[in-house]
């Protein structure tokens, strides 16, 4: 009698688990029996290992017998059948491995699988095991899974394996952040969306319980929300969770947050995670984005993760709590509006600049967001800020004569602040693509606006009533401010006798520009900026244009060293003349045509950079025309300018930093930009847009020149002065006319490093004014007067004058007021600090210096730049000024001055310095 026994389901991994087995015991091919339900069995051919194995469903022992009659040598057949041994008969048997028949185990496949003696009950004893195990083995990769550690298969073995192999979950960082972090990846959506089609869903859910017990005690909310299959929401929701369950709110926003955790409750079904679970998870989920928002490679996650969580804010009817969260995109523009709010009422009052503490409040809020870096709004808000701290300062220029005698400390006051107001200015002009903020921006720059206006109409009255010009430039507090023709012959030349030079001439750099320029130039480049020789001042050199400041007028005069007129032909010829002749010197001259001329696979003619790199040569002058070709056909005001937006400066630098060059930097004249805030006035035969004959009377918005610095053939012109006017077609930027935009002419020094400094130039202290930093001014030492000649002693043959190695500022020859650090270094303790550390080279002024700009500033710490001001220093020798003060400061090891590793941020602890120094507060 046909008797049917007890079988189970049949699945291809079973199948191919006991093929496995079979070859285990060294069997190369064969038939087996499984017994099983024919009319459930898989029907198929499938490749394993290289062979084949063909899986057949026998419903009789005469359906069995004919499939072995079409058995091939060297493959596998897998007979399927519920037919028992006695039914199949001894003759069917004996073709079969084994002679009889399996029954499939599907655990029993699962621990040949994982190379297991035994198995943890842990993954058998649940009501649904089998189910499981057949899940597992067919979840088997094609590499095989990871043997059981000690021949034991535990849960963890074998759901991480799982895990690892399907997910990309790193079982390696199993911990509260590897979870989140794995949730976050675009990828792992995907992968569980396959891993459920392919072995289904009691595997998947085993596996995401299993990786939810990671979490520890943010386990629960974990594994509600992996349950519902809101995977890619753990993380946002995590975040506003970190909102949700914060302690630091008023009542009225604590019950604002206590109604949006009561509207989540229906996501998380029975039972609900405790509040300390909630928090567990909104903590780890704020820590794991505060790292990740700093890995380029994580940007599309973290952007998808805090796009969702500010969604699920706002259904939660919470967006005002966004403003608390420094990761949330809407807590940073929460932050934004605020600090929108507070620049308005700081510039509402017409003429006056209020108090400024309220924008410097809500600036440092937008400053401690995680985001503040790569949104395109803090270049525009920065610059605002900026502006208002400038215009909180009383203008040094308003109360200034419009005269000759003025022109030099007009020019002064232009390159050392108004040029980087008008920086700012061209930063906060461009504005942002929000009508709630973008308000703001336009009532900060109106204002600068209307205050720069003014100042260049004081400089051009300044300019036009500057005597005939008798000697090399304009007197100022701080030196002499060239006239551009004497520039070479003054200056530059008698450098390169000293020391090879590259002078860089950026036609169309305004000192603005150059800001900008020399500012990546010694930050990202690593240049090192230095005095200009015989300009007789410590700060960033400056020079006047010839007038109209046309190219034609004044890059000819500076490059052949005479006031004239003429194109690139004149310059050549006089350029030699000058530098041969007069100068005594060799030297070449490149423009535009020699500078491009470059061949496949270099970044620097080689024409060019052979001259460079060939130190018997001078003198090398390079013209670059980026900057005045913008004004014809691009964005002046919106390029960013870095040394690489200027075409071949970087690679010109690099080959001048390998040469061991100094580099001089300056330009001819200098631009404004087209703002469309003006009009064209028109003209018969102008000059320029922005100058024109004598002719017509001179209006307000303009001034007329005359003497032997005006290059016309009357030598009389009338210049435009606001920025508004122009006299020809409308073009991106102009020049010509009579602004400190237009003439002043920024002059720079740079050197390699300090070991390469050939001419032993001073190195200059950093250029931004205080305001560019923080509201709080740092005070500098006093810039050193004009130096008189060295009194020397003939005996020794030594100069008795000489600047020691921070020495960047001179002594203060008044009496000091009476401050903190004035009380300090006068005390008794620190007199006795200073004889024990011996000789230090850091004086006393600078000790003083540097506690009053910490005491100042707002909680006690100073930007590297400040720093280096307050101590009269280069930014590069900062590092070595420091570690000098904490020696007089930081008696017995006490950390009363420190620098952070990071930051470069010098801090004071007040308190310790006075109980130190034995000095009141």
């Known amino acids: 009698m046909t008797v049917a026994v007890a079988t189970t389901r049949v699945s291809a991994s079973m199948v191919l688990a006991i093929v496995d087995e079979a070859r285990a015991k060294n069997y190369g091919s064969g038939v087996i029996g499984i017994r099983g339900l024919p009319d459930r069995a898989i029907t198929a051919d499938l490749q394993h290992q290289g062979?084949?194995?063909?899986?057949?469903?026998?419903?009789?022992?005469?359906?069995?017998?004919?499939?072995?009659?079409?058995?091939?040598?060297?493959?596998?057949?897998?007979?399927?059948?519920?037919?028992?041994d006695g039914d199949l008969g001894a003759g069917i048997l004996a073709h079969f491995i084994w002679q009889r028949l399996r029954s499939p185990d599907p655990w029993e496949a699962v621990r040949t699988r994982f190379a297991a003696t035994g198995i943890d009950p842990a993954l058998t004893s649940r009501p649904d095991n089998r189910e499981l195990a057949t899940a597992l083995v067919a979840a088997t990769p094609q590499a095989g899974w990871p043997a059981a550690p000690a021949g034991v298969l535990t849960r963890t073995h074998a759901l991480g394996a799982v895990a690892a192999t399907h997910l990309g979950f790193d079982t390696d960082t199993a911990d509260v952040l590897g979870v989140l972090r794995w949730s976050i990846a675009a990828q792992s959506v995907a992968s569980l969306g396959a891993l459920r089609r392919s072995v289904g869903d009691l595997l998947a859910d085993t596996t995401l319980d299993w990786i939810a017990q990671r979490a520890g005690s943010a386990a629960g909310p974990i594994r509600a929300l992996l349950s519902r299959g809101e995977l890619a929401d753990v993380v946002p929701l995590g975040l506003v969770l970190r909102l949700l369950t914060a302690d630091r709110y008023d009542p009225p926003t604590a019950h604002q947050a206590q109604l949006a955790l009561v509207r989540l409750e229906p996501r998380w079904g029975d039972p609900r995670p405790?509040?300390?679970?909630?928090?567990?998870?909104?903590?780890a989920a704020d820590t794991l984005l505060s790292d990740l928002i700093h890995d380029r490679r994580a940007d599309d996650d973290v952007a998808r993760a805090l796009d969702r969580a500010d969604v699920i804010l706002t259904q939660l009817q919470a967006e005002p709590l966004a403003r608390y969260s420094e990761l949330l995109g809407g807590g940073l523009r929460a932050r934004f509006v605020a600090l929108a709010d507070a620049l308005g009422r700081a510039i509402a009052s017409p003429g006056h600049v209020g108090n400024t503490n309220t924008v410097e409040t809500a600036w440092a809020a937008v400053q401690t967001h995680r985001l503040k870096a790569t949104t395109p709004l803090r270049v525009p808000f920065e610059a605002a800020v900026r502006l208002v701290r400038w215009l909180a300062e009383v203008d040094p220029s308003s109360g200034a004569a419009s005269d000759a005698a003025a022109l030099g400390a007009l020019v002064r006051q232009y390159?050392?602040?108004?040029?980087?107001?008008?920086?700012?200015?061209?930063?906060?002009?461009?504005?942002?693509?929000?009508?709630s903020l973008s308000s703001a921006l336009h009532a900060v720059v109106t204002v600068a606006q209307k205050r720069r206006r003014a100042q260049e109409r004081r400089f051009a009255q300044a300019l036009a009533s500057a005597p005939r010009s008798t000697g090399r430039g304009v007197p100022a507090d701080w030196g002499t401010i060239w006239y551009l023709e004497h520039l070479l012959p003054g200056s530059v030349i008698p450098l390169a006798r000293k020391a090879p030079v590259l002078l860089l001439v950026l036609d169309g750099m305004s000192a603005a520009v150059a800001t900008e320029i020399l500012s990546d130039a010694t930050t990202r480049l690593g240049w090192l900026e230095a005095a200009l020789p015989g300009a007789g001042?410590?700060?960033?050199?400056?020079a006047l244009a010839a007038l109209p400041s046309v190219t034609e007028a004044s890059r000819a005069s500076l490059l052949t060293g005479r006031l004239t007129r003429g194109q690139q032909s004149e310059e050549q010829h006089g350029y030699a003349e000058l530098t041969a002749k007069g100068g005594k010197i060799t030297a070449r001259l490149f423009h535009k045509k020699a500078v491009d001329t470059t061949a496949a696979g270099w970044s620097?003619?080689?024409?060019?950079?052979?001259?460079?790199?060939?130190?018997?040569?001078?003198?090398?002058?390079?013209?670059?025309?980026?900057?005045?070709?913008?004004?014809?056909?691009?964005?002046?005001?919106?390029?960013?300018?870095?040394?690489?937006?200027?075409?071949?400066?970087?690679?010109?630098?690099?080959?001048a930093a390998a040469a061991g060059r100094t580099v001089v930097v300056t330009s001819d004249h200098g631009h404004i930009v087209e703002r469309r805030q003006g009009a064209q006035r028109s003209y018969p035969n102008i000059s320029s847009a922005r100058s024109r004959p004598a002719t017509a009377p001179v209006r307000d918005d303009e001034i007329e020149v005359s003497g032997p610095r005006v290059l016309t053939d009357s030598q009389r012109a009338i210049l435009a002065v606001d920025e508004t006017l122009r006299y020809g077609p409308l073009k991106a930027g102009y020049h010509g006319g009579a602004s400190a935009a237009e003439v002043v002419v920024p002059v720079a020094v740079l050197v390699p490093d300090e070991t390469r400094n050939r001419a032993g130039l001073e190195l200059l202290l950093p250029q931004e004014p205080?305001?560019?930093?923080?509201?709080?001014?740092?005070?500098?030492?006093?810039?050193?007067?004009?130096?008189?000649?060295?009194?020397?002693?003939?005996?020794?043959?030594?100069?008795?004058?000489?600047?020691?190695?921070?020495?960047?500022?001179?002594?203060?020859?008044?009496?000091?007021?009476?401050?903190?650090?004035?009380?300090?270094?006068?005390?008794?303790?620190?007199?006795?600090?200073?004889?024990?550390?011996?000789?230090?080279?850091?004086?006393?002024?600078?000790?003083?210096?540097?506690?009053?700009?910490?005491?100042?500033?707002?909680?006690?710490?100073?930007?590297?730049?400040?720093?280096?001001?307050?101590?009269?220093?280069?930014?590069?020798?900062?590092?070595?000024?420091?570690?000098?003060?904490?020696?007089?400061?930081?008696?017995?090891?006490?950390?009363v001055l420190a620098a952070e590793p990071a930051t470069g941020t010098v801090t004071l602890d007040v308190t310790l310095l006075t109980e130190q120094f034995e000095v009141p507060t």
């Open 770 to 895: 205080a305001w560019w930093l923080t509201s709080a001014p740092a005070p500098r030492l006093p810039a050193e007067p004009p130096a008189q000649k060295a009194a020397t002693t003939k005996s020794r043959g030594v100069r008795q004058d000489s600047p020691t190695l921070f020495d960047l500022g001179p002594q203060a020859t008044e009496q000091p007021a009476v401050t903190l650090g004035r009380a300090i270094v006068t005390s008794s303790v620190y007199k006795a600090q200073r004889r024990i550390t011996g000789r230090l080279i850091v004086t006393d002024d600078q000790i003083a210096s540097i506690i009053d700009a910490l005491v100042g500033a707002a909680a006690n710490r100073l930007a590297p730049t400040l720093a280096a001001q307050a101590l009269g220093v280069a930014q590069t020798r900062l590092r070595g000024a420091l570690t000098q003060v904490q020696q007089l400061l930081n008696i017995e090891g006490y950390a």
């Open 274 to 283: 405790s509040p300390v679970a909630l928090a567990a998870l909104g903590q």
């Open 51 to 84: 062979q084949t194995v063909r899986i057949r469903a026998a419903e009789s022992a005469l359906a069995a017998r004919e499939l072995l009659g079409d058995h091939r040598d060297g493959d596998w057949l897998v007979v399927v059948t519920d037919r028992d």
């Open 537 to 542: 001042n410590r700060g960033r050199s400056a």
């Open 604 to 655: 620097v003619s080689p024409d060019v950079g052979g001259a460079i790199d060939d130190i018997e040569l001078a003198l090398v002058t390079v013209v670059l025309n980026t900057i005045d070709d913008a004004l014809d056909r691009s964005d002046p005001a919106g390029t960013v300018w870095t040394a690489d937006a200027v075409k071949h400066l970087e690679p010109l630098l690099a080959r």
């Open 415 to 435: 390159l050392d602040s108004a040029a980087w107001a008008d920086a700012a200015i061209n930063d906060a002009f461009g504005g942002v693509d929000d009508p």
